[in-house]
T-cell receptor, first 117, second 114 residues
Framework: DTGVSQNPRHKITKRGQNVTFRCDPI?????LYWYRQTLGQGPEFLTY????????KSRLLSDRFSAERPKGSFSTLEIQRTEQGDSAMYLC???????????????FGPGTRLTVL | AQTVTQSQPEMSVQEAETVTLSCTYD???????LFWYKQPPSRQMILVIR??????QNATENRFSVNFQKAAKSFSLKISDSQLGDTAMYFC???????????FGQGTELSVKP
């Protein structure tokens, strides 16, 4: 399978614990995006990388959230001291900046569903 | 603020009929991209159709077509010959800035009934 993969698919944790999610983009894609989706809503942008550089972060991304993309390949999203309000689906997407650039299709992964008890 | 609005939370259509989903957006940018994404129940989000704002011709992909009204900032999706597999959440989205982040609407849940 050469699509975007995310692990784990589901995560249940207790309030106050730290969690880390991983995203493996399509191999030739240099852009990687993280979004958060709550039930019944559209995804909201969190952050994006071009290669290994984190170029934009949403104000939604509090100090408890950190994302990395070492070597411009896979990415991790860590949430420290989780709160019940962090419960959501975390989506990763990747795209290429070549050609249409920002207009290129973003390919989404299956998401990681986080439940904070 | 740059926004995308979908005013129809739910819609239903009979199999083989045509349905139109509405979307409006707001931006001061002159060049941008608009998208419709489909999210089937418990499945991944996939792109349905894309429209570049600088192109006047409406995009078409098989049974899916858009009505892009730039002056009115409207971008509706028409699904012809609806199939049971079209049942999904549909999101209208836009890209305004160079980074390419998508701004999504609230979604329209479409049910295709046999």
């Amino acid at each position: 399978d050469t699509g975007v993969s995310q692990n784990p698919r589901h995560k249940i944790t207790k309030r106050g614990q730290n969690v880390t999610f991983r995203c493996d983009p399509i191999s030739e894609h240099n852009r990687l995006y993280w979004y958060r989706q709550t039930l019944g809503q559209g995804p909201e942008f969190l952050t994006y990388f071009q290669n290994e550089a984190q170029l934009e972060k949403s104000r939604l991304l509090s100090d408890r959230f950190s994302a990395e993309r070492p070597k411009g390949s896979f990415s991790t999203l860590e949430i420290q001291r989780t709160e019940q309000g962090d419960s959501a689906m975390y989506l990763c997407a990747s795209s290429s900046s070549i050609g249409e650039g920002r207009g290129n299709e973003q390919f989404f992964g299956p998401g990681t569903r986080l439940t904070v008890l | 603020a740059q926004t995308v609005t979908q005013s129809q939370p739910e819609m239903s259509v009979q199999e083989a009929e045509t349905v139109t989903l509405s979307c409006t957006y707001d931006t001061s940018e002159s060049n941008y991209y608009l998208f419709w994404y489909k999210q089937p129940p418990s499945r991944q989000m996939i792109l349905v159709i894309r429209q570049e704002a600088y192109k006047q011709q409406n995009a078409t992909e098989n049974r899916f077509s858009v009505n892009f009204q730039k002056a009115a900032k409207s971008f509706s999706l028409k699904i012809s010959d609806s199939q049971l597999g079209d049942t999904a959440m549909y999101f209208c989205a836009s890209i305004y800035n160079q980074g390419g982040k998508l701004i999504f609407g609230q979604g329209t849940e479409l049910s295709v009934k046999p």
